[in-house]
């Protein structure tokens, strides 16, 4: 007996190295994912790829084009990802090819190759945060999964945070394409060993078991399709989740260049001040996966209201604040309560998903959210350019280009409101089918 629990107690404490390894693959690929961000600030990075330092459209849609390859593979590979190799195969092979792509990224000397390779990076990740979310309900109750949910997606933040000054401070000392080739390196020497030692699925939950045919295999996958498609609430998730990560790609992509030709920052300045919102996302997530397991499954709608509410203000005062630093911390407390949305999401899908269907589900919602959201920075881009055109020289050019970016800022408040719109929905759904419930067993 007492064998027993102490191995039930040690299974326990292991699932929560697979989280923590789950939590720095996050981390590591939001520096990737932002590398970009930075580098448009950079004048012989633009040269080397040919793009004119006031095309904010050609810049933006490098990002564009990281998150469409993205959300396609979220969708599209993921349901292979499960059925055919598992979480930890999968893992492994998203690490490798995104590891190498990074490297070789600068070996890309034109617009369009770069572009290539930001779809490419996009298709290596999509399936990640859908086999994270796989692994966390296989280990994990829906009364208990919060905090793990909260952990991984602190990764977000954490990325970020650490992205901006770490890629600002390699531009200042290397040359721009040494942050690709450290990247790169880092994803496989430290990425694959912690995935093989700690990413462990439970025996009940089969990791990749291999088809004995090819028609068992599309069999397996269309089955696991199918059921996603059926998860519960899917349309208005997914809908949520566009906006979300629409705020999160339009904010963390321009951020660095808003600190800088907006309120005038330097380049070392702006990597820290640019860290500062994502350390707020990383503490807000905390909170998050804390008051999800606190106020129970059913009140999470009001997470995304009162979030989203506190967003749009911060980022409608950070527009309207004359003082550079006061804006900076506008932007500070957007994140914080973007933050609070995010282990919201995932905790959802995995209330209104079956197990088997989880990643899948999350795949669905993360890539039609990512293909959607993708086009923010773009959209940002041609905005700042529109709204910053024909400013000449001096000071008349940059209070145009301020002017530019802050109607491009104020796209991310609408993103907001839909965020409470979706949340108001979900929370109608679930009250009615709570009654529904409720009157169906006393009339049995």
């Not at 630093?325 to 905790?347: D, E, K, T």
Request: hydrophobic content about 50%; charged content about 10%; aromatic content about 12%.
């Amino acid at each position: 007996m007492q064998s027993s629990s102490n191995n039930n107690n040690s299974g326990k404490s292991f699932r929560w190295y697979g989280v923590i390894t789950l939590f720095v693959i996050v981390a590591i690929s939001y520096v990737d994912r932002i590398n970009i961000a930075v580098l448009i600030t950079d004048a012989a990075f633009l040269n080397h790829v040919g793009i004119a330092a006031t095309d904010r459209v050609s810049q933006g849609f490098l990002a564009t084009a990281f998150m469409l390859g993205y959300g396609v593979s979220a969708f599209v590979l993921t349901p292979f990802c499960s059925a055919l190799f598992g979480v930890r195969r999968s893992l492994v092979f998203g690490l490798i090819l995104w590891g190498v792509v990074t490297w070789a990224s600068p070996m890309f000397h034109s617009y369009g190759m770069l572009l290539a390779s930001r779809v490419l990076l996009g298709v290596s990740e999509g399936p990640l945060f859908s086999l994270a979310s796989a692994y966390i309900k296989a280990h994990f109750r829906s009364d208990e999964n919060g905090k793990p949910n909260a952990f991984v997606n602190m990764g977000t933040g954490l990325g970020l945070a650490i992205g901006y000054p770490l890629v600002g401070w390699l531009l200042t000392q290397f040359a721009w394409d040494t942050s690709f080739h450290v990247l790169g390196v880092l994803n496989i020497l430290l990425g694959i060993p912690l995935v093989l030692a700690f990413v462990r699925m439970p025996p009940a939950h089969a990791d990749g078991v291999k088809p004995s045919s090819f028609g068992e295999a599309m069999a397996r996958v269309g089955g696991i399709v199918k059921g996603a498609l059926q998860t519960r609430h899917l349309f208005l998730i997914t809908l949520l989740t566009s906006a979300a990560l629409a705020y999160l790609w339009g904010s963390s992509n321009w951020l660095p260049t808003y600190l800088r030709e907006a309120r005038g920052f330097s380049m070392r300045e702006m990597g820290w001040l640019a860290s500062l919102p994502q350390y707020a996302t990383v503490l807000a997530v905390f909170v998050g996966g804390a008051l999800i397991d606190k106020v129970g499954r059913e009140r999470v709608p009001f997470i995304f209201m009162g979030a989203s509410a506190g967003v749009a203000l911060s980022v409608l005062m950070a527009i309207n604040a004359r003082d550079p630093y006061a804006a900076a911390c506008c932007l500070v407390a957007a994140n914080f309560f973007w933050g609070l949305q995010s282990p919201a999401i995932p905790s959802t899908v995995q209330y209104c998903s079956r197990p088997e269907h989880t990643a899948s589900a999350f795949g669905v919602t993360n890539g039609v959210g990512s293909l959607v959201a993708g086009f923010m920075p773009a959209l940002m881009g041609g905005v700042i350019g529109a709204m910053s055109h024909g400013a000449g020289a001096g000071p008349a050019a940059a209070s145009s280009s301020a002017s530019g970016f802050f109607a491009g800022f104020a796209l991310l408040i609408g993103t907001q409101v839909v965020v409470f719109g979706c949340g108001f929905m979900l929370w109608l759904r679930e009250r009615s089918r709570g009654v529904a419930t409720v009157s169906g067993s006393q009339l049995s």
